[in-house]
T-cell receptor
Framework: GQQLNQSPQSMFIQEGEDVSMNCTSS?????WLWYKQDPGEGPVLLIA?????ELTSNGRLTAQFGITRKDSFLNISASIPSDVGIYFC??????????????FGTGTRLTVIP | DTEVTQTPKHLVMGMTNKKSLKCEQH?????MYWYKQKAKKPPELMFV???????INESVPSRFSPECPNSSLLNLHLHALQPEDSALYLC???????????????FGPGTRLTVT
């Protein structure tokens, strides 16, 4: 399957700091989705992106669909303790390449220190 | 409402048992999915149902048997599992099926399965 490289693998930050993480691929994607997963729970959809260059916000979260369509970025501003969790990017390939399954990144584990 | 529900929340079963996982969505979504997730790894696709028909089987062993009784329900029947099958099993749904459209997938809370 497609490999999505997500970085960083883990982050330890102080409460109130901003966070940036990204996801890159060698393939062109038509959709980028960002999920947050708490331990023992299912992933929760945070933001969906459908157009190259698109910048979308959801509260303190902002995500961007890279111009090359091979990457995406997620920023969290003014982090709070409940931001702790694993963040996954997921992408769907360019149309015409078969089933538009979701391919997941390897995840970024975020720890917020109060 | 973007809720997908799954039961049970936790399941412990022996290698000779038969059990079933259940998933339900009332969003009118056309596609439903089963994923398997091991600790610290991303979800791995197992099956996709599109319009209540199995459209994708990602080479999953036959000891996992999916079933879609209607457009809102998805089951995963388990039989003769191995300890390495212990994982979090996630159900998801999407408005568009994966062959004709892109779109968001919404996940349920998962069933934590332990095979002893």
């Amino acid at each position: 399957g497609q490999q999505l490289n997500q970085s960083p693998q883990s982050m330890f930050i102080q409460e109130g700091e901003d966070v940036s993480m990204n996801c890159t691929s060698s393939s062109i994607f038509n959709t980028w989705l960002w999920y947050k997963q708490d331990p023992g729970e299912g992933p929760v959809l945070l933001i969906a992106l459908y157009k190259a260059g698109e910048l979308t916000s959801n509260g303190r979260l902002t995500a961007q669909f890279g111009i090359t369509r091979k990457d995406s970025f997620l920023n969290i501003s003014a982090s709070i303790p409940s931001d702790v969790g694993i963040y996954f990017c997921a992408g769907q390939l360019e149309e015409g390449t078969g089933a538009n399954n979701l391919f997941f990144g390897t995840g970024t584990r975020l720890t917020v220190i109060p | 409402d973007t809720e997908v529900t799954q039961t049970p929340k936790h399941l412990v079963m022996g290698m000779t048992n038969k059990k079933s996982l259940k998933c339900e969505q009332h969003m009118g979504h056309r596609a439903m999915y089963w994923y398997k997730q091991k600790a610290k790894k991303p979800p791995e696709l197992m099956f996709v149902y599109s319009y209540e028909k199995l459209s994708i089987n990602e080479s999953v062993p036959s000891r996992f048997s999916p079933e879609c009784p209607n457009s809102s329900l998805l089951n995963l029947h388990l039989h003769a599992l191995q300890p390495e099958d212990s994982a979090l099993y996630l159900c998801a749904s999407s408005q568009n099926d994966p062959w004709t459209g892109l779109g968001e997938q919404y996940f349920g809370p998962g069933t934590r399965l332990t095979v002893t």
